[in-house]
């Protein structure tokens, strides 16, 4: 029996490779607060256990992640108060109220966990395959190399649907180029696999059938590399970025993230922190607008209540 509910984890390759596989394929691996605590453990332990030397985060089922967990009975379940209230939902600013509470509980459960995982002793590799929406970004975007299915995509969706400027790992810009970041986040167009591939963002490209594999190889031919050489090209690459403002600009990015849950907050008198259609919000099942370039039909709504 797995000693975790909503991933799994195992050692291949005599422990020298950890995987790490988000394990709600129903949900199409909705990130509920108990799932991304338990990635956080997951991840420390591979970064504790001096035999692992790369880590692969992948995802169960068609879909890698759909982002944060909006509206499935466990999240429910998780943030009331009762016997099955996850203990986070008590700590790091929950007892607190309005804006502060909401600020500091999405930077520690949303923000800076992204930021240490980024930072993480090992080389990461993100397994993606379907859609790739809003925080299922953050969980890819934090590892050093991301490889992927055939017909992937990736969407941020929230500023179109939910009126928001982003999710709280704010690292488009980096990844995807400004005007296609201003883009993506004002049209909800989708970005294909073979487009993130030839910007950088991607690193290999696998047939559906093969992917597991195709990561798997990928990953023995980095742990070859001397752990060493590997810490600090790392480390060469991400104080290249540091130094150029990455940090702070997701810092800041981050507290601005914060202003648009307040504005829709006000707007609703405390009901809700984001736009409604009323507002002039998108329905989820709306197609993406101007021609996208791949269609995404209501199975990209990040709100995955009850869907499987």
């Known amino acids: 029996m797995s000693e975790y509910d909503f991933i799994t984890y195992e050692t291949l390759d005599d422990g020298l490779i950890a995987r790490i596989t988000l394990n709600r394929p129903r949900y199409r691996n909705a990130q509920s607060r108990s799932l991304l605590v338990e990635l956080d453990a997951a991840l420390l332990r591979a970064e504790a256990d001096d035999d692992v030397r ?7 089922g068609a879909v890698f992640s759909s982002g944060h967990d909006l509206g499935t009975p466990d999240r429910r379940e998780e943030r009331e108060p009762g016997p099955n209230q996850h203990p986070t939902f008590g700590v790091n600013g929950a007892t607190r109220s309005a804006a502060e509470k909401r600020m500091l509980q999405e930077w520690h459960y949303y923000y800076q966990n992204a930021v240490r995982w980024r930072d993480l ?12 929406i809003a925080a299922g970004l953050t969980l890819a975007w934090a590892c050093d190399l991301i490889v992927g299915a055939e017909g992937t995509t990736f969407v941020d969706p929230v500023g179109t649907r939910l009126g928001m400027c982003g999710v709280e790992y704010f690292a488009h810009p ?21 487009e993130a591939h030839r910007i950088g963002m991607v690193s290999q490209i696998f047939p559906v059938d093969e992917l597991a594999e195709g990561t798997l190889d990928y990953a023995r031919e980095l742990a070859r590399r001397p752990t060493m ?26 507290t601005i993230h914060q ?3 307040a504005h829709w907050a006000e707007v609703h008198d ?12 998108v329905p989820w099942n709306r197609r ?4 996208a370039s791949a269609t995404t039909p209501d199975s990209t709504k990040e709100e995955n209540a009850d869907r499987t």
Not at 54 to 60: M, R, Y
Not at 121 to 132: D, L, S, Y
């Open 54 to 60: 790369v880590v692969i985060l992948a995802g169960a």
């Open 121 to 132: 002793r090992k080389i990461t590799v993100a397994q993606v395959q379907g859609e790739v």
């Open 174 to 194: 980096w990844e995807f180029g400004a005007r296609r970041t201003k883009e993506l986040m004002l049209t909800g167009r989708p970005v294909g696999i073979e």
């Open 229 to 254: 050489t590997a810490l600090l090209i790392k480390e060469s690459v991400n104080q290249t970025q540091d130094i150029q403002g990455f940090r702070n600009a997701l810092q800041a990015s981050f």
């Open 259 to 261: 202003l648009n849950h």
């Open 270 to 281: 405390g009901a809700v922190a984001h736009a409604l259609e009323s507002d002039g919000a």
């Open 288 to 291: 993406p607008a101007l021609g």
